[in-house]
């Protein structure tokens, strides 16, 4: 709170609200918002071309892969049991086909210990095979 020296009773407390500052940054954003404003709306138009709705080509259909590793170990292939150099050449299967790369899931079981996990994972990554997925248990 401000106080008025010139009044009598020097020490009471003036109510009032200097807003002069307040006007001041009102008219200068006021300003500034003048002055860019134009700029902003200023942009190339151009014509962008058609397409015909008819000749939309769909997306490839990419299945997805899953790897499992239970319990004992062993590793499995979709629901097949595969060896770990099976699983190595189906990798390179994967990994050498043209186009779109599948999604790779691995599943372990709970008990498994995680160094089976991250040899499928050093695996996918020897192969440049980046599309992972951890699956896990929804509870």
């Known amino acids: 709170m401000a106080r008025d020296f010139k009044r009598a009773n020097k020490l009471a407390v003036i109510s009032d609200l200097n807003v002069t500052p307040l006007i001041d940054l009102a008219f200068s954003l006021l300003i ?5 404003t134009p700029v902003i709306e200023q942009f190339n138009r151009i014509d962008l071309p058609s397409q015909d709705s008819d000749s939309s080509q769909l ?4 299945e ?5 590793i239970d319990a004992e170990g062993s590793y499995h292939w979709g629901q097949n049991p ?11 299967d994967v990994a050498s086909d043209e186009g779109e790369k599948p999604v790779i899931h691995i599943r372990g079981d709970r008990s498994l210990r995680y160094q089976k996990i991250f040899d499928v994972i050093n695996m996918l990554k020897a192969r440049n095979l980046t599309k992972l997925s951890l699956d896990t248990k929804a509870s």
């Open 59 to 62: 997306p490839p259909k990419v």
């Open 32 to 36: 500034i918002f003048m002055i860019t």
């Open 82 to 92: 595969i060896s770990k150099s099976e699983l190595e050449l189906r990798l390179d």
């Open 64 to 68: 997805d892969q899953f790897i499992t």
